[in-house]
């Protein structure tokens, strides 16, 4: 186990290396002068210019400035201090540090994608299990095309024809937002549930889809194996047979969604946060975009990336742990 | 003495004379197309897509018919509701909906049928040859892979999208740049599994060279799988387009897309008046995707029945 742990970390050091270039290179790529996307002063000179480049060090060849941008600049010359560091650079229009803006904001979004995976989860599995339990009848045949709805609505159409139901016509959700405008500091907990409704809704509309597919899937599996047959013929009740022999085991494979579920919810919440007007880390980067603050933006992409490097291998880890036949392989 | 290769000859002949026999055995891809002939609800689908190709195709035949123009602006016409001048009614700036409509379809559906065929060239071929050379060329593709896998997609197509202005063309380069590594990893799976076949063994015992045995051994059997993760591409790509149009970093007006309608019309959510600007591009979307991944399922559940 030791040493499977430690070649998988490892494992993940060329990822993180790649997703740093690749982000590094997009936005050196990009057209246009940075110092004048940094300064927007009219008055500035060539010299002055020339000068700015040199005291942020964007007059060095590249694998420097990257180097730089990876763990800092050790001699003190240039103001890098290295993301491994925790250093993801200033935000160039709201001149603060990337990674204040980045706690603020993780919160919210944290609520939402937390939530989505819920409902996910919860509803995901149960449709999945009823669907495998009831195979070619009416209810599997619903639960799948409506899993293939699910999958082809657009999300920011869901939401619009949602906000359009529930808070136009039916007045009985907010339209948006994390707490009422004009609202005073404290609010409550219903209020900020019902804030909540709509947006994990949208977004975990998609993760119900994936579910109950790969649920149906494993159980049906599961129910095909002897010990479920002997389970039966012991004379237990189908729903003992059910949820205590065959979803405990089908259950097992699903670990291996979560990594890409991370991505899918972190991109999937950048609409969400849009079309709901939510104050969270998907909205920062369609503003930093829109502005040309790529520091903000690398910095989003790169903590983001982290995030799904890590949680494809808490996925392997919790595999090999739940299941060990697969360290045999 | 028979040579291999002579060998070979008297099989493929044996086998001709078998093709021409009147109960000769149907082919696999005569089976599919029989379980496709069967699939009710995939006809459906594929008569539905078939209807929105048509209309898309002919758009400007039709709009020339009905005397309208997808660019035309018309202030007299300004918020007209639905009537037999303009059948979908016109939006702000007095322009045809419906024109708008059957024209950004043929966008949208263009968009996603070349990214998906500009992916799966990517994809096949350098899975392929990840398979094939293995060893170094096969780490570096992985670790591609992984890199790419590991980066939101929506991140990386919201910076390209901010750093280039997007035209049509453009987004399929920039979908077959980003979206190949599924593809990529399943086909080299693949491979690598095939290659273990009896079959394969068979064809390289006999002599045949690497390229040939891949070519006419390997690929074929890749197909199918190919065929399946093609029209999941295909209906993703579409959603991928109206996703990026709707958050502004797409297609830009004038150039209609099915995304960028929506997103122009999400102002009227409250003006219940103008919801006829809202719900046609979402519902067209929304079954166009449909479709596709109906026709991806029924095409799985003909070409490899054991997924079902």
């Not at chain 1, 201090?81 to 990337?98: A, N, Y």
């Not at chain 2, 009227?268 to 079954?287: H, N, Q, R, S, W």
Request: with cysteine; charged share 15%; hydrophobic share 50%.
């Amino acid at each position: 186990m030791t040493t499977y742990l430690i070649r998988r970390l490892l494992q993940t050091i060329p990822t993180l290396l790649g997703v740093t270039i690749i982000t590094f290179l997009m936005v050196q790529f990009s057209p246009g002068d940075p110092i004048d996307m940094l300064f927007f002063d009219p008055t500035f000179t060539a010299e002055d210019k020339e000068l700015k480049r040199q005291q942020l060090c964007l007059d060095r060849p590249l694998w420097q400035q990257y180097t730089f941008y990876m763990v800092g600049d050790w001699s003190g010359e240039c103001p890098n201090q290295g993301i491994i560091f925790g250093d993801f650079g200033t935000s160039i229009r709201k001149d603060r540090p990337v990674i204040e803006m980045y706690a603020e904001k993780i919160g919210p979004t944290l609520q939402l994608t937390v939530g989505a995976m819920l409902i996910g989860t919860v509803v995901g599995i149960s449709l999945g299990i009823i669907s495998a339990i009831f195979r070619g009848k009416l209810s599997d045949n619903l639960i799948r095309f409506m899993s293939v709805i699910f999958d082809a609505v657009p999300s920011f159409f869901l939401g619009i024809m949602l906000i359009i139901l529930f808070g136009v016509r039916w007045g009985i959700l907010p339209l948006g937002g994390m707490v009422p405008i004009r609202s005073s500091e404290t609010v409550n907990l219903w209020v900020r549930i019902q804030h909540l409704i709509l947006p994990t809704v949208v977004l975990g509309v998609g993760w119900i889809a994936v579910m109950s597919r790969y649920m149906r899937a494993e159980t049906l599996e599961v129910l095909g194996q002897d010990y479920v047959r002997t389970a039966k013929s012991k004379g237990l009740t189908n729903f003992k047979v059910y949820f205590k022999h065959a979803a405990r085991n089908a259950l097992i494979p699903i670990v291996v969604i979560i990594g890409p579920a991370i991505t899918a919810l972190l991109g999937g919440s950048v609409v969400v946060e849009r079309i709901f007007n939510w104050p969270g880390m998907g909205r920062m980067v369609l503003e930093a975009l829109s502005q040309r603050d790529f520091p903000v933006v690398m910095a989003v992409t790169v903590i983001s990336s982290v995030l799904v490097i890590a949680g494809n291998l808490l996925t392997d880890i919790l595999l090999v742990m739940v299941d060990p036949r697969v360290r045999l392989s | 003495m028979t040579t291999p290769a002579s060998i070979q000859d008297l099989l493929r002949e044996e086998n001709q004379k078998e093709a021409l026999k009147d109960e000769a055995p149907l082919s696999f891809w005569q089976i599919a197309l029989i379980r496709i002939r069967r699939d009710k609800l995939t006809m459906a689908a594929i008569i539905v897509i078939g209807i929105i190709l048509a209309a898309s195709l002919l758009s400007t035949p039709i709009n020339n018919a009905l005397g309208v123009d997808p660019f035309d602006t018309d202030l007299l016409a300004q918020f007209e509701p639905p009537s037999a001048k303009h059948l979908l009614g016109a939006d702000d700036l007095g322009q045809d909906q419906f024109a708008r409509l059957i024209y950004a379809g043929r966008i949208s559906l263009a968009i996603g049928f070349f990214s998906a065929f500009f992916i799966l060239t990517i994809g096949i071929t350098l899975g392929m040859v990840a398979a094939y050379f293995g060893g170094f060329v096969d780490d570096i593709i992985m670790w591609l892979i992984n890199t790419l896998n590991s980066i939101p997609q929506l991140y990386l197509l919201l910076i390209l999208g901010a750093l280039f202005e997007i035209t049509p063309p453009l987004l399929v380069i920039i979908f077959g740049f980003t979206a190949w590594p599924f593809t990529t990893r399943l086909v080299r799976g693949q491979v690598f599994s095939l290659r273990e076949r009896e079959y394969v063994m068979a064809s390289t015992a006999l002599g045949a060279s690497n390229m040939y045995t891949i070519m006419k051994h390997i690929l074929p059997n890749v197909i199918p799988t190919v065929i399946i993760v093609a029209a999941r591409a295909v209906g993703n790509l579409m959603l991928a387009e109206a996703i990026l149009s709707f958050i502004g970093f797409g297609v830009r007006p004038p150039t209609p897309t099915w995304g960028n309608m929506l997103t122009k019309s999400q102002q009227y959510v409250f003006e219940p008046d103008k919801y006829y600007l809202i719900l046609p591009a979402g519902i067209m979307i929304t079954i166009t995707v449909l479709c596709v991944f109906i026709i991806g399922d029924g095409l799985r559940d003909a070409l490899d029945p054991k997924l079902k």
